[in-house]
């Protein structure tokens, strides 16, 4: 049931039109993995989603409606049972079964189209036992509801501190080093960006016109949001991984780029000894919010909130480099430092910004979503991250024992995302099926990082 007329709708706003069309249509998964069996599951959910989920966002509780060619947030009565999916798998079997089972139903999950005329999310309550978890609880969101920052601020709003329910939970800080501080001068940043956004551009615009080589990462099959695919996992120490990013002054987030990208062609060599100088593009995602910690969402829907809900972010394109590029397995952190530093002080994200919002106004957001659908097919993979807590979470008395997410509908047959939680740092995989050796690729993945950590240990700091 509508509720209210069609005068005063919310707008979905550009990137939620983009990612929201025949073209292209972008979604959330994510996954939460439980220590102990899920009991009494509908009921306990049912109560959380009505008094805690909903109240969250309007967003939750509205369907998209399009009037004059432009797309609003209608608000509807929602039916929560029509929202909450329990599938059935066969009884007793072992938890490596029930791992391929889940595999095969994220795998179905992430193909599926969401019905129309209900608000664009859902829940799958996994009660099977697998290798990872006693059970396994799925959350699904349209891309247009918000972005990774927004979903996650959501999701952590429904969930407790499993040590302690009165106590918030806390993220690592993501503030800005004083060294960092002091490299941002004023006529420096502005020449530099100058320079950058030059490069960024023509390089944002060939890679519209130029498709990456055929590889062991890339097929040339069409279509490959809507093919089956392939879901693995792997989980590093985020001690180890600071303690990699202290010894080279980069960030974080360089030390993980560095290690996907190294990972990826060891794994592209063993495969195919040809493919190790094919020309790869990976398409970084980047928010382009005032980088700081996750903000209630009270204070994120406010008006001019300082870190505002919705899609505020944009991809980077960063060349992999080939392995006879670098002299070491070090040098693949320094130049992802090198080139997501250099992309980051360049106007060129504004400017597709800025050209995709005149496409949709002379155009149509479908034109934009093609532009958007074509420059993400001619890459080899995506990257993306988010922060997760510090502490153990738990959902209703349930603890969170660990939680990835995927982000099904890009046009690629290899997306990676990346996410910290409790002292770990978790990578998941979306690979298209038959294409990804899993089990080999997590193996250079693992002697990427081997690799890498005997570099650093020999050199112990990165003279920027």
Sequence with gaps: ?????????????????????????????????????????????MSLLKNVFLPISPRFSSIMVENDGKKEWKRVEVKLEDHVNIPTFPSNLSPESYDEY??????????????????????HIIKYPTSNAAGNVIFKFHHALGDGYSLMGALISTLQRADNPS?????????????????????????????????????????????????????????????????????????????????LGVTLNDVLTGMIFFGTRLYM???????STADCTAMVLLNTRIMGDYM???????????MPWGNRFTFLHVPIPHLTE????????RNAHK???????????YFTSRLLEIVNKFGSHEASSRYIHRTLKNSSMVISNMIGPV??????????????????????????????????????????????????????????????????????????
């Design 391 to 464: 502490e153990q979470m738990s959902l209703a008395n349930h603890p969170i024992k660990g939680f990835y997410f995927l982000v099904p509908g890009l046009p690629q047959g290899f997306d990676i995302t990346i996410v910290s939680y409790t002292g770990k740092v978790r990578l998941a995989f979306k690979m298209e099926k038959g294409i990804i050796d899993p089990q080999k690729l997590k193996s250079c993945m693992e002697n990427a990082l081997d690799m890498i950590v005997k570099d650093s240990n020999k050199n112990p700091k990165l003279n920027n």
């Design 167 to 247: 106590l918030p939970l806390t993220f690592p800080s993501r503030q800005q080093s004083e060294s960092k501080k002091r490299e941002n001068f004023f006529v420096t940043k502005i020449f530099s960006s100058a320079c950058n956004t030059i490069s960024d551009i023509w390089c944002g615009i060939s890679k519209t016109l130029k498709e990456d080589d055929l590889t062991p990462i890339k097929s040339s099959n069409d279509a490959i949001e809507f093919l089956p695919s392939t879901i693995a996992t792997m989980t590093f120490s985020l001690d180890q991984l600071k303690s990699i990013k202290n010894k």
């Design 269 to 275: 060599q063993e495969i195919d000894q040809s493919s």
């Design 102 to 123: 889940l595999e095969d139903y994220l795998s179905k999950l992430s193909t599926e189209r969401y019905p129309q005329g209900k608000p664009l999310w859902e829940v």
């Design 339 to 349: 080139m997501i530093k250099r992309k980051r002080n360049s106007l060129a994200a």
């Design 296 to 306: 209630p969402i009270e204070e994120m829907i406010k008006p001019n909130s300082k």
């Design 1 to 45: 049931m509508e509720i209210g007329n069609l005068e005063g709708l919310e707008p979905v706003s550009p990137n939620g039109q983009y990612f929201s069309s025949d073209v292209i249509t972008l979604s959330v998964l994510a996954v939460l993995e439980f220590e102990i069996p899920i009991i009494d599951a509908e009921s306990q959910t």
């Design 326 to 333: 670098l002299s070491n397995a070090e040098d693949f952190i």
